[in-house]
C-alpha cells in the first residue's frame, strides 16, 4: 500500500513565526487531506487537497501531486496551533486512508 | 447536524471483556471506517464499509468484528479484549471518493 512520510516530526516555534510541513507519499493519490490534533485529541480536518493548492485563513496547503508531496504552511503561528497535524492519503481507489506519523508542532510566547 | 458521534468517550474493560463502541452519522455518507490511535503513531484502519451490508477489513482487523446494518450505524464489536487494544478509537465516515469527516474518538483501556 501507499506509504506516508511526514516531516519534521517534531516543532518548536514562536508565537508569530511561520512554518511549513512537509508531507511525502509514495504512489499517485485519490485523496490527500491535512488535520490538526488539538490537545484534547479532537481531529480537526485542515484541507481536502488532492492536488492544487487551498487556503483558509492563516493555513495554505499545496498538493503537487505529479511530484508525490504536499506542503502545509502556517503563517503568523498562534498558541492555538499547537498540536500534532497529519497527513492521510488513499491511493487506487476507495477511501482507505493512511496517515503519516504527524509533526508535533508546540508554539510557544 | 450532529456529523459523526461516537458513544462512550472513555472505557476500561478488563482482559476477556467485550464490549461495543458505538457510531452514528446524519450526514447520510455511505463510507464508513474505524481507526486506531496508539501513542506517538498516525491511526490506523481497523474495518470499513462502503455501504449497509457491505463490510470488509482494514489494516488491523484481528480481534474485532463489524457490522453495517443502516446507512447510519457502524458498531465496533471487541469479543475478547485484550490488553494490546488499548488504544483510542475514531469513526470515520465520508461520501466515495470524498473528505472524511472523523467523530471525537474513545478511549480504552484494557486492563
Known amino acids: 500500500g501507499i506509504q506516508v512520510e511526514q516531516s519534521p516530526p517534531d516543532l518548536i516555534l514562536q508565537e508569530g513565526a511561520n512554518s511549513t510541513l512537509r508531507c511525502n507519499f509514495s504512489?499517485?493519490?485519490?485523496?490527500l487531506q491535512w488535520f490538526h490534533q488539538n490537545p484534547w485529541g479532537q481531529l480537526i480536518n485542515l484541507f481536502y487537497?488532492?492536488?492544487g493548492t487551498k487556503q483558509n485563513g492563516r493555513l495554505s496547503a499545496t498538493t503537487v501531486a505529479t511530484e508525490r508531496y504536499s506542503l502545509l504552511y502556517i503563517s503568523s503561528s498562534q498558541t492555538t496551533d499547537s498540536g500534532v497535524y497529519f497527513c492521510?492519503?488513499?491511493?487506487?481507489?476507495?477511501?482507505?486512508?493512511?496517515f503519516g506519523t504527524g509533526t508535533q508542532l508546540k508554539v510557544e510566547l | 447536524n450532529a456529523g459523526v458521534t461516537q458513544t462512550p468517550k472513555f472505557q476500561v474493560l478488563k482482559t476477556g471483556q467485550s464490549m461495543t463502541l458505538q457510531c452514528a452519522q446524519d450526514?447520510?455518507?455511505?463510507?464508513m471506517s474505524w481507526y486506531r490511535q496508539d501513542p506517538g503513531m498516525g491511526l490506523r484502519l481497523i474495518h470499513y464499509?462502503?455501504?449497509?451490508?457491505?463490510?470488509d477489513q482494514g489494516e488491523v482487523p484481528n480481534g474485532y468484528n463489524v457490522s453495517r446494518s443502516t446507512t447510519e450505524d457502524f458498531p465496533l464489536r471487541l469479543l475478547s479484549a485484550a490488553p494490546s487494544q488499548t488504544s483510542v478509537y475514531f469513526c470515520?465516515?465520508?461520501?466515495?471518493?470524498?473528505?472524511?469527516?472523523f467523530g471525537p474518538g474513545t478511549r480504552l483501556t484494557v486492563l
Open positions: 470515520a465516515s465520508s461520501y466515495e471518493g470524498g473528505e472524511q469527516f
Open positions: 504512489d499517485s493519490v485519490n485523496n
Open positions: 487537497i488532492p492536488s
Open positions: 492521510a492519503a488513499t491511493a487506487g481507489g476507495g477511501n482507505k486512508l493512511t
Open positions: 450526514m447520510n455518507h455511505e463510507y
Open positions: 464499509s462502503v455501504g449497509a451490508g457491505i463490510t
